[in-house]
């Protein structure tokens, strides 16, 4: 399997956001749909997994997924062997999935003699600051796609994002050299589900990605996050669906987005 060479187009924007002019696809040209719209979920704290699982299979929507194990709300991990039925569940609705790295690792910089500087968030390592090559980063990428095998049975799409959307150029280049397009997303489609409710309320968020949004933007937001009181997914998962549908827009897996459409 393998994925478009105009996914690097992506890599060129700012941190994190994707921006994609005048994105069409063959479900967008179609006369019910103005434009389509790219729905995807980091790993989180897993709080609102279910929700967010039985809202888009209530709408039958397709998203995509990136995958990291990371703590959750009931104890176990997102990608502990508890959660293969979930897993398992997805596959079966036809979502996409990325690595989001096992360990949550976040970068820090790029290293003179081309080594990464990095910092996982969980694992054996977590909090530490080390070096890795571009071959050890992608051995974390594939890490993920190993555990989904046994999870699932199958292997994830050629697709992967940097914890925090933060790139740098070696992790680019790692993350391209095995074999993975970086995913990021659009101004617009910033969620903001991990920001403070105090400052951003769930509805101002709504407001404004209902009015932003537009044909090819991906949006972004987690499966739980701890930090944040008042929860985006139950709040504004339904009615952003519905007010996007309102304005005759289009769900899809990334397979279908022009960037990182798969060949067959």
Same mark, same amino acid.
């Given at each position: 399997?393998?994925?478009?060479?105009?996914?690097?187009?992506?890599?060129?924007?700012?941190?994190?956001?994707?921006?994609?002019?005048?994105?069409?696809?063959?479900?967008?040209?179609?006369?019910?749909?103005?434009?389509?719209?790219?729905?995807?979920?980091?790993?989180?704290?897993?709080?609102?997994?279910?929700?967010?699982?039985?809202?888009?299979?209530?709408?039958?929507?397709?998203?995509?997924?990136?995958?990291?194990?990371?703590?959750?709300?009931?104890?176990?991990? #997102? %990608?502990?062997?508890?959660? *293969?039925? $979930?897993?398992?569940? !997805?596959?079966?609705?036809?979502?996409? &999935?990325?690595?989001? @790295?096992?360990?949550?690792?976040?970068?820090?910089?790029?290293?003179?003699?081309?080594?990464?500087?990095?910092?996982?968030?969980?694992?054996?390592?977590?909090?530490? #600051? %080390?070096?890795?090559?571009? *071959?050890? $980063?992608?051995?974390? !990428?594939?890490?993920?796609?190993?555990? &989904?095998?046994?999870? @699932?049975?199958?292997?994830?799409?050629?697709?992967?994002?940097?914890?925090?959307?933060?790139?740098?150029?070696?992790?680019?280049?790692?993350?391209?050299?095995?074999?993975?397009?970086?995913?990021?997303? *659009?101004?617009?489609?910033?969620?903001?589900?991990?920001?403070?409710?105090?400052?951003?309320?769930?509805?101002?968020?709504?407001?404004?990605?209902?009015?932003?949004?537009?044909?090819?933007?991906?949006?972004?937001?987690?499966?739980?996050?701890?930090?944040?009181?008042?929860?985006?997914?139950?709040?504004?998962?339904?009615?952003?669906?519905?007010?996007?549908?309102?304005?005759?827009?289009?769900?899809?897996?990334?397979?279908?987005?022009?960037?990182?459409?798969?060949?067959?």
């Amino acid at each position: 399997m393998c994925f478009s060479v105009a996914a690097s187009a992506a890599d060129a924007q700012l941190p994190g956001t994707t921006n994609v002019a005048n994105a069409t696809n063959t479900n967008a040209a179609s006369k019910s749909c103005r434009g389509t719209i790219y729905l995807t979920f980091d790993t989180g704290s897993q709080s609102q997994a279910e929700f967010i699982a039985s809202t888009l299979r209530k709408y039958r929507i397709k998203a995509s997924f990136f995958l990291a194990n990371e703590k959750t709300t009931r104890g176990d991990y #997102s %990608l502990s062997p508890e959660w *293969a039925g $979930y897993w398992k569940q !997805l596959v079966a609705d036809g979502h996409a &999935f990325g690595s989001h @790295t096992f360990d949550h690792v976040y970068v820090q910089s790029d290293a003179p003699d081309g080594r990464i500087r990095l910092k996982p968030q969980f694992g054996a390592q977590a909090g530490q #600051s %080390l070096l890795w090559t571009p *071959a050890q $980063y992608c051995d974390e !990428l594939k890490r993920v796609d190993q555990r &989904f095998l046994q999870l @699932t049975g199958q292997h994830l799409d050629p697709y992967w994002r940097a914890p925090g959307g933060k790139l740098t150029p070696g992790l680019s280049a790692a993350g391209a050299a095995c074999g993975y397009a970086h995913v990021g997303w *659009a101004p617009a489609g910033f969620s903001g589900d991990e920001l403070p409710s105090e400052k951003f309320s769930n509805v101002s968020l709504l407001q404004r990605m209902l009015r932003d949004l537009k044909d090819g933007d991906i949006v972004m937001a987690h499966l739980g996050i701890w930090s944040r009181r008042d929860p985006w997914a139950p709040a504004n998962l339904e009615p952003l669906i519905q007010g996007l549908q309102q304005k005759s827009f289009c769900f899809a897996t990334l397979r279908e987005h022009p960037l990182y459409r798969l060949k067959k």
